[in-house]
């Protein structure tokens, strides 16, 4: 994420109270940083990164374990907002970039302790990578396949769904709007908003339980999943 | 699929609706560790997310990160008050108010009858042990006896708090704790304190006042502040209190229905109550103003 600074805030762009309230660790300064940079730095981790280590070229290719890829943000994070990263951090370097290090740090220590050697690199060189990396590169073909099967399941949980609540959906994750701004298109709260979708969720989530207790979903959508989790668990293919 | 599956998928509609308390996230976690056909539910589920947000990571990921990293942040800021803060607080607290204990004492009113209108607060009524919080009567509201109670009325910043407690006769456990939490996880330590582990003794059968008042703008900020009371058969320490507190903090809010909270959060106050009908408790919340009420 870049950030531009405005006359006013600190030069990472964020607003000095931020910056206070983060080095001081005030829960919401976390939260608005975390916010700010969080949907970054899980890309990164999904879609995973190359790199150069020992001269050979390498490519993490991205977890597609849901939990993996947490685990992984939560570490991220977890590092980042240490009282003595926080206390340090002087809001001249751009943070982001710094984050994407520790996340790269966070994967690679991953794969060293499955006993793959790569070169340590230390957390406190932000913007200074041991490693060259080339940025993100799109979904694999493997995680293209493993999501047909789950993008039919959702298909049939759609078709379970009111007009409204198909119409919520339409607005937030097709028309890619805030939930301010469907709330306004929709004539509703935006607490509503919030709330109309935590019940979707827990729909979805009873309504794949319910498949897997009918045995329609044991199979394909359980085996892929788990196969590709398996593959990916050494995560690293080289280039 | 194992036993365990339909305490997963509740675990996972609680996460997906960012209703899972810090514990149960340990135990979701522990269990997809330490199971790959978990795992393969867990990925199912938010893959299912992000299918439906047509997002690489669905919204509902990121925010169940969020809240394990507020847990962390919660619970490094009731680590990070030093001892010495706190007790400095409280000696001048206890000090600045001697002159307002005196006073309460003076004028504090005969224990009230178990009808007389307070309300047993916290886990339902039936328990052995209910709490109140009381601050000055202001011109307009309903007051008894010169006070009201804080959970209904709130407080002003520079107003005095008492509390009051009520006993069912007959219970073994006769040690009285109180504590509060602020939103930014602070402990306020009412009794036992830093400086004194002893803790309260009860006097079961009729609301009784506490023997101490507090000065609220010594150590209290704007805000909001749960109160949560321990019967118990002695004093936790401060460390226990601490982390009784840092547990609390962690949970999500709760409604009346709910278990006493000694309860919510047992390995925890395992020291203090090996079983649960070892303790009673109650809790409550008053909002204290900047300005007077």
Redesign the interface.
């Known amino acids: 994420m870049t950030t531009q600074a405005r006359e006013g805030d600190a030069p990472n762009g964020w607003s000095w109270r931020l910056l206070e309230g983060f080095r001081a660790g005030e829960p919401n300064a976390l939260r608005d940083v975390y916010r700010r940079y969080a949907q970054d730095v899980s890309k990164q981790l999904r879609f995973g990164f190359s790199f150069d280590s020992r001269g050979r070229a390498h490519r993490f290719v991205g977890y597609s374990s849901a939990f993996d890829l947490q685990d992984a943000l939560h570490e991220t994070f977890r590092r980042a907002f240490e009282p003595r990263a926080r206390q340090g951090y002087d809001g001249i370097r751009p943070y982001g970039p710094y984050l994407r290090t520790i996340a790269r740090n966070v994967v690679l220590r991953t794969f060293r302790k499955r006993e793959i050697s790569f070169p340590a690199i230390d957390d406190d060189d932000a913007g200074k990578p041991a490693v060259t990396a080339w940025g993100d590169e799109g979904p694999s073909p493997e995680q293209t396949v493993a999501s047909a099967e789950v993008r039919t399941l959702v298909q049939n949980f759609l078709g379970t769904l009111s007009g409204d609540e198909r119409r919520l959906l339409e607005v937030r994750f097709i028309e890619g709007k805030s939930q301010r701004d469907a709330a306004e298109i929709l004539g509703m709260g935006r607490q509503q908003v919030r709330s109309r979708e935590a019940k979707l969720r827990v729909a979805l989530v009873r309504y794949l339980k319910a498949q897997g207790e009918s045995g329609l979903l044991s199979n394909a959508a359980l085996m892929a999943l788990f196969a590709l989790t398996q593959l990916l668990g050494t995560g690293m293919v080289r280039g | ?1 194992k036993r365990g599956s339909s305490a997963l ?1 509740r675990r ?2 609680d996460a ?3 209703t899972l308390a810090a514990r149960e996230r340990e135990r979701l ?1 522990d269990d ?1 560790r330490a199971d ?2 978990a ?20 919204q ?3 925010d ?3 809240a ?3 847990d ?3 619970a ?2 009731v680590q ?1 008050v030093p001892w010495w803060r706190r007790r400095s607080g409280w000696f001048a607290g206890v000090f600045a108010v001697a002159a307002a204990a005196a006073l309460l004492m003076t004028l504090r009113p005969s224990p009230p009858e178990p009808d007389d209108g307070f309300q047993a607060r916290g886990a339902g009524d039936e328990h052995g042990l209910a709490i109140d919080a009381l601050c000055p009567q202001r011109s307009g509201n309903n007051a008894r006896h010169g006070l009201v109670p804080a959970a209904e009325y709130g407080c002003g910043l520079h107003d005095t708090l008492s509390f009051a407690y009520r006993v069912e006769p007959g219970l073994t456990p006769d040690v009285l704790t109180l504590f509060g939490l602020t939103a ?2 602070d402990v306020l330590y009412y009794a036992p304190t830093p400086a004194d582990e002893a803790g309260l003794a009860v006097h079961p059968g009729t609301w009784t006042p506490l023997p101490m008042v507090v000065q609220l703008d010594v150590n209290h900020d704007p805000g909001a502040v749960v109160v949560y009371g321990l019967l118990s058969s002695h004093a936790p320490t401060v460390a226990q209190i601490d982390a009784m507190a840092a547990a609390l903090a962690a949970q999500p809010a709760v409604g009346l229905s709910a278990p006493q909270w000694h309860e919510r959060i047992a390995d925890d106050v395992h020291a203090l109550c090996p079983t649960s009908s070892d303790c009673e408790s109650a809790e409550l919340s008053f909002s204290i103003h900047e300005a007077p009420r």
């Open positions: 699929m998928w996972l509609e997906v609706s960012g976690f997809v790959p056909q795992q393969a539910h867990y990925d199912l589920a938010f893959e299912a997310l992000r299918e439906l947000e047509q997002a690489p990571v669905a509902a990921e990121l169940v990160v969020e394990w990293l507020m962390d942040a919660r490094e800021a990070a930014t996880g």
